[in-house]
């Protein structure tokens, strides 16, 4: 059983930069991949950036969106600069390990003028 919480959202205008935070909790020892989807407005949910192995970024974001994870602190990171408006979506942390997937309830990041 896993709980993620997101946190970080909110408005930023165009060109500026927002970190979110995702607490994992609960048991985390088999997550093998940890992933930030996000759901724009009429749109459907998509894959943003994972990090398991490796990282993975969609093309949309690849250059300006950073996802690191500090283990430590159960805590995993989406750094993401150079925003444009095209990037407002509610954004979702998920967790995956050998039994289910998890994810967190969203955080709202608006790029607006």
């Known amino acids: 059983q896993v709980q993620l919480v997101e946190s970080g959202g909110g408005l930023v205008q165009p060109g500026g930069s927002l970190r979110l935070s995702c607490a994992v909790s609960g048991i985390i020892f088999s997550i093998s991949t940890l992933n930030w989807y996000r759901q724009a407005p009429g749109k459907q949910r998509e894959l943003v950036a994972r990090?398991?192995?490796?990282?993975y970024y969609a093309d949309s974001v690849k250059g300006r969106f950073t996802i690191s994870r500090d283990n430590a602190k159960n805590t995993m990171y989406l750094q993401m600069n150079s925003l444009k408006p095209e990037d407002t979506a509610v954004y979702y942390c998920n967790a995956v390990d050998y039994r289910d997937q998890y994810w967190g309830q969203g955080t709202q990041v608006t790029v607006s003028s």
């Open positions: 990090i398991s192995g490796g990282t």
